[in-house]
Nanobody, 126 residues
Framework: QLVESGGGLVQAGGSLRLSCAAS????????MGWFRQAAGKEREFVGC????????YYEESVKGRFAISRDNAKDTVYLQMNSLKPEDTAVYYC?????????????????????WGQGTQVTVSS
């Protein structure tokens, strides 16, 4: 089970930190991903982090603004979001990959992730 928290309403330029707590799975052996889905749009990749926390990928539009980290002792992954823009408004989901790491071209897809959280709403006002 994955449970996200930390979403909310923030003004443009502000920051939020999302958390995703895992239970019932081998968290430390799985890469973790963050995805988002805006109203009326497809779910899209935001970024991911390797099982050991030493490698990350990010979607181009969030590079330099968002940062993913994890604490394997707490079975928790984080998404730090800075310099938020109205176009970042979406429901944000964390997901657990079935592998410890994988090439980017497959990590950005939803298929490799076999556990998903319920999502947390992030709304950025202009």
């Amino acid at each position: 089970q994955l449970v996200e928290s930390g979403g909310g309403l923030v003004q443009a330029g502000g920051s939020l930190r999302l958390s995703c707590a895992a239970s019932g799975l081998t968290f430390s052996s799985r890469a973790m991903g963050w995805f988002r889905q805006a109203a009326g749009k497809e779910r899209e990749f935001v970024g991911c982090i390797s099982a050991g926390g030493d490698s990350t990928y990010y979607e181009e539009s969030v590079k330099g603004r968002f940062a993913i980290s994890r604490d394997n002792a707490k079975d928790t992954v984080y998404l730090q979001m800075n310099s938020l823009k109205p176009e970042d408004t979406a429901v944000y989901y964390c997901a657990a990959d079935s592998a410890a790491w994988r090439p980017r071209n497959t990590a950005v897809a939803t298929a490799p992730y076999d556990y998903w959280g319920q999502g947390t709403q992030v709304t950025v006002s202009s």
